[in-house]
């Protein structure tokens, strides 16, 4: 639990709670309806991967936004305010804080109760609520806030510097001429390149394969000089959004912002993270935050398919025989739309690809959604509660390597994977592409980073 700067009261913790809450009626339509139409017609249960993975009362979808609902009726509603429990109004009480810390973490985030709620309710947004009022009052969970924190000091989730950026540059660098028997470049603070690409940090010093992927279809498309990376700015990673802090979130956004402006490219060019993107183009680009923006936001994935889809990359799939499937990342497959362009890298570089089902809008979390990769501390409940789903479907497609598009994904499949002692292979989707793209007519002499 983290420590806040100074003890609050009782009397002032209940304060900020029910201020909190109660903001909600000033809030945006969506949210004020979400306090209303609840039917309590179970669908959000029954397709939530939380609830799927332990069918208790507490993991219900719509139980958990109760929470928040009871004691916005008792402060918001004529009908609460006189009968109370009811009416379906409760009064908070200071000492559910601890539970609190630990309901609003049971929550994965991935919206798929909005996709399947009749009304459309979406309960992530009622989870990042619960998540905002706790980290006002100091609560945030000690892995997330340390995350923050890290994050906002170094503008990069996993505390790295430049040398530490640099070496690892340069050893992608080695290992891609290693493979190609030719000097494929990552080039680095740019200024006037075209596209400024921005990662996930744990595609550059975690899983390489990934931002080895991109620079190999630069270089196939002999535009080595018009991209470029940023040794300062090289994670698009942003927790704001998980603990529910607004301002945290937009600091974090607003440095990358600066850097592409101070780079003058045309594009941002975010990589593989589904909640990256999000907040670039979904939440900072279309909201105007820092007004009209002098480059546009992309992904990298649209970006690579229409290429293939020109007929200017080819591959030997022959690289890649092993039956591989794709899992969606909440954040692309529900919230950007984004689907159908990884597979299309993935057919083009693979020679069994094969799909889990449900898929694309209405997948299945991989359960470490909403930040939870990040929590060790919760990590049964990861592995054995919300990822319960989610390994049944890997099972049941046969394949022995998984490609996903998100850095906590991908952490949350590994660790999947290990816990369940399955012998199946986690990766990114230009991490296929890098393996079987032809540079020079030649698909690389395959290098194991994992080893």
């Known amino acids: 639990m983290s420590d806040s700067d100074t003890e609050l009261t009782r009397e002032e913790i209940k304060k900020t709670v029910v201020d909190s809450i109660s903001a909600i009626k000033d809030g945006p339509?969506?949210?004020?309806?979400?306090?209303?139409?609840?039917?309590?017609?179970?669908?959000?249960?029954?397709?939530?991967?939380?609830?799927?993975?332990?069918?208790?009362?507490?993991?219900?979808?719509?139980?958990?936004?109760?929470?928040?609902?009871?004691?916005?009726?008792?402060?918001?509603?004529?009908?609460?305010?006189?009968?109370?429990?009811?009416?379906?109004a409760e009064d908070f009480d200071p000492d559910d804080l601890e539970d609190w810390q630990?309901?609003?973490?049971?929550?994965?985030?991935?919206?798929?109760?909005?996709?399947?709620c009749p009304f459309g309710i979406d309960h992530s947004v009622i989870t990042r609520k619960g998540r905002a009022i706790l980290d006002k009052l100091g609560m945030t969970p000690d892995t997330m806030a340390k995350v923050v924190a890290i994050s906002l000091e170094t503008g990069n989730t996993d505390g790295a510097g430049e040398s530490a950026f640099r070496a690892a540059i340069d050893f992608l660098e080695e290992e891609m001429e290693?493979?190609?028997?030719?000097?494929?470049?990552?080039?680095?603070?740019?200024?006037g390149a075209k596209y400024f690409y921005v990662p996930p940090s744990g595609d550059v010093l975690v899983n390489p394969e990934a931002t080895m992927g991109v620079a190999k279809v630069f270089h196939v498309l002999g535009m080595a000089d018009d991209w470029t990376m940023s040794s300062k700015c090289f994670d698009g990673a942003n927790y704001g959004l998980f603990t529910g802090n607004d301002g945290d979130m937009k600091t974090d956004n607003?440095?990358?912002?600066?850097?592409?402006?101070?780079?003058?490219c045309d594009v941002m060019l975010m990589g593989e993270c589904g909640h990256a993107y999000r907040i670039m183009k979904m939440m900072m680009e279309k909201s105007g935050w820092w007004g009209d923006l002098p480059f546009k936001v992309e992904n990298c994935m649209p970006w690579t398919a229409d290429r293939i889809k020109e007929g200017l990359i080819e591959f030997d799939k022959s690289k890649n025989p092993q039956p591989v499937t794709y899992h969606d990342p909440c954040n692309f497959g529900r919230s950007c739309n984004i689907v159908d362009e990884p597979r299309a890298i993935l057919e083009a570089s693979c020679?069994?690809?094969?799909?889990?089902?449900?898929?694309?809008?209405?997948?299945?979390?991989?359960?470490?959604?909403?930040?939870?990769?990040?929590?060790?501390?919760?990590?049964?409940?990861?592995?054995?509660?919300?990822?319960?789903?989610?390994?049944?479907?890997?099972?049941?497609?046969?394949?022995?390597?998984?490609?996903?598009?998100?850095?906590?994904?991908?952490?949350?499949?590994?660790q999947l994977m290990e816990h369940h002692e399955e012998q199946i292979e986690v990766g990114g989707v230009h991490d296929m592409l890098s393996r079987s793209i032809l540079i020079n007519g030649k698909a690389a002499d395959r290098v194991d980073y994992t080893a």
């Open 178 to 191: 290693e493979e190609h028997g030719t000097p494929i470049k990552i080039p680095i603070d740019k200024v």
């Open 351 to 414: 020679q069994d690809f094969r799909e889990m089902y449900p898929n694309r809008g209405e997948n299945w979390c991989c359960g470490g959604g909403g930040g939870l990769s990040a929590m060790d501390d919760i990590i049964e409940f990861r592995m054995e509660v919300s990822g319960k789903k989610k390994m049944d479907q890997i099972r049941d497609t046969g394949a022995v390597y998984v490609a996903t598009a998100c850095s906590n994904c991908k952490r949350q499949l590994t």
């Open 102 to 116: 630990k309901i609003w973490y049971e929550c994965t985030g991935c919206r798929r109760c909005a996709t399947f």
């Open 254 to 264: 607003k440095l990358y912002v600066d850097t592409a402006k101070e780079l003058e």
């Open 29 to 88: 339509r969506s949210m004020r309806m979400y306090m209303e139409m609840c039917a309590k017609c179970g669908t959000c249960a029954s397709v939530c991967p939380v609830y799927y993975g332990k069918s208790e009362k507490r993991f219900n979808p719509a139980e958990r936004t109760d929470i928040i609902r009871r004691i916005y009726n008792k402060y918001n509603t004529t009908s609460g305010k006189l009968f109370g429990k009811l009416a379906g």
